[in-house]
């Protein structure tokens, strides 16, 4: 015998009554095993207090060696930005320039001084310099 599931419900072929252990079996089936968006997207990401560093941003601040101070300053910059209500910005700190995006609270990325050179940074609406 098959089975057609509907609205998540489990009826036989030719049947238009519903079979209620089979639907129960579907309904409940590894749902704890299962992740949401969210935490996924958390897996992909890092977080830090205020804001996220997406996964490149992260590989490239690892390169720079950043320290826990210099993340509180990048926090800081967040706020000022946000202050003048920007959406997009970059944040020169040290010899690093750091493009995020103010309204989703992300750094995007970081590109050291050599490797900015010649380099434009576009859709950007503002300059915090720390």
Same mark, same amino acid.
């Given at each position: 015998?098959?089975?057609?599931? &509907?609205? !998540?419900? *489990?009826?036989? &072929? !030719?049947? $238009?009554?519903?079979? #209620?252990?089979?639907?129960?079996?579907?309904?409940t089936k590894n749902t704890?095993?299962?992740?949401?968006?969210?935490?996924?997207?958390? /897996?992909?990401?890092?977080?830090?207090? !205020?804001?996220?560093?997406?996964?490149?941003?992260?590989?490239?601040?690892?390169?720079?060696?950043?320290? #826990? #101070?210099?993340?509180?300053?990048? #926090?800081? !910059?967040?706020k000022m *930005? /946000?202050?003048?209500?920007?959406?997009?910005?970059?944040?020169?700190?040290?010899? $690093?320039?750091?493009? *995020?995006?103010?309204?989703?609270?992300?750094?995007?990325?970081?590109?050291?001084?050599?490797?900015?050179?010649?380099?434009?940074?576009?859709? &950007?609406?503002? &300059?915090? $310099?720390?």
């Amino acid at each position: 015998m098959s089975y057609r599931i &509907v609205n !998540g419900r *489990a009826y036989s &072929v !030719g049947n $238009i009554v519903p079979n #209620e252990n089979l639907s129960k079996n579907i309904s409940t089936k590894n749902t704890q095993d299962k992740k949401s968006f969210k935490d996924i997207l958390n /897996e992909v990401t890092y977080k830090h207090n !205020g804001f996220i560093v997406s996964k490149h941003a992260a590989l490239r601040l690892n390169q720079i060696n950043f320290t #826990e #101070e210099d993340m509180r300053q990048i #926090e800081k !910059g967040f706020k000022m *930005a /946000e202050d003048k209500n920007s959406k997009n910005t970059v944040m020169l700190y040290k010899d $690093i320039a750091l493009v *995020a995006s103010v309204k989703n609270k992300t750094l995007i990325t970081a590109v050291d001084k050599n490797r900015a050179k010649d380099n434009i940074f576009t859709n &950007v609406d503002s &300059v915090v $310099i720390l």
